[in-house]
């Protein structure tokens, strides 16, 4: 018997009898579009991705580029005679001459491919390992949990200080035998490398935990019984299982690794000219930073701004992904 009263009830159950199933991850993407402060990081992070894309466009368009030296701007003391100007709209660099602009548009290129390329190499890698480590268990996981933890024992800045030294005296016998941009591509693969090998350690043993766990829910078990070879098992359906903390760590590294790559050239140990590199802008612009604060502040601001949309997009996706701090 239908009435007036019933229609609510009726509607309700249509609904939720038409609203398709979702799994986890939709669920969590759907909350991540719903959240302003996530999208705005988002797009702060789309902008800095498009200034670094298009770096060589953006100093065409100022008139300018970041290697050609303008001593005719500079007074007998190594200063400019004046700031921002229409054709160098930031200026130029104290001593060299260099279009600030350029430098900063190019600079944001290593910061984000560094981190960039890392993350998803250190991904890959953690990923492996810990769904080898722990669905095999027995010597395989004792193995490979002592191979983690020799890792995330091992001081990896002395091994950044020591990398780029031997490269070059392998590959080109010494440092006399290399120009700077020889120099400059050693660094930057080296840095690379090394972020690569002592960052993987850590999502791998964060994975490692989780398949202990998966690996002996029901779903592993009818699977075995099924008989379905080890290799879908692992990526058909443990894999899809831990999609929530692989995009968790993952979008929590990058900022970290912006910011390594940045502190590790400010000390020296990353990459060197004539590269741009915001680190290595931020430690040339310590001496003029009362007479010329733009040379320090531009960096110092595109860094702080670019690892803070990161790290709270990296917070929203944490929260997205978590089943407790959704509506029930």
């Not at 390992?129 to 002592?146: C, I, K, N, P, T």
């Not at 398949?211 to 990526?235: H, N, T, Y």
Request: proline content about 7%; hydrophobic content about 50%.
């Amino acid at each position: 018997m239908s009435g007036p009263g019933s229609r609510p009830l009726d509607a309700t159950a249509a609904v939720a009898a038409s609203a398709p199933n979702r799994s986890p991850s939709r669920i969590a993407l759907a909350r991540l579009r719903r959240d302003r402060v996530a999208m705005t990081c988002l797009a702060v992070f789309g902008f800095f991705v498009a200034v670094a894309v298009f770096a060589p466009l953006l100093a065409r368009l100022a008139g300018q580029d970041p290697y050609t030296l303008h001593f005719e701007l500079l007074d007998d003391y190594g200063f400019p005679f004046d700031g921002p100007t229409a054709e160098h709209w930031f200026g130029v660099e104290p001593r060299l001459g260099r279009d600030l602009f350029a430098r900063w548009v190019y600079g944001a290129r290593p910061s984000l491919l560094v981190a960039g390329i890392v993350t998803v190499l250190t991904t890959v890698i953690g990923v492996v390992v810990g769904l080898v480590a722990g669905f095999f268990g027995g010597w395989v996981d004792r193995v490979l949990s002592w191979v983690i933890d020799f890792v995330l024992s091992l001081p990896y800045l002395l091994v950044a200080i020591a990398l780029p030294a031997v490269v070059i005296s392998v590959v080109y016998g010494s440092a006399e035998n290399t120009n700077p941009d020889q120099v400059s591509g050693v660094r930057f693969w080296s840095l690379i490398a090394v972020l690569t090998v002592f960052g993987w350690a850590s999502l791998a043993r964060l994975i490692r935990g989780q398949v202990l766990s998966l690996r002996e829910r029901d779903f592993i078990s009818a699977a075995r019984v099924l008989g379905l070879p080890r290799r879908a098992i692992l990526f058909r359906e443990l894999l899809p299982n831990l999609v929530a903390p692989i995009t968790v760590a993952a979008s929590q590294a990058l900022p970290g690794y912006i910011v390594v790559e940045a502190g590790l050239t400010f000390l020296g140990v990353g990459l060197t000219e004539p590269t741009p590199s915001w680190g290595g802008t931020i430690a040339a612009a310590q001496t003029y930073y009362r007479a010329e604060p733009l040379y320090l502040w531009l960096p110092v601001l595109g860094i702080t701004v670019l690892v803070l949309a990161l790290s709270l997009l990296g917070d929203a996706v944490r929260d997205a992904f978590d089943p407790k701090t959704r509506p029930r």
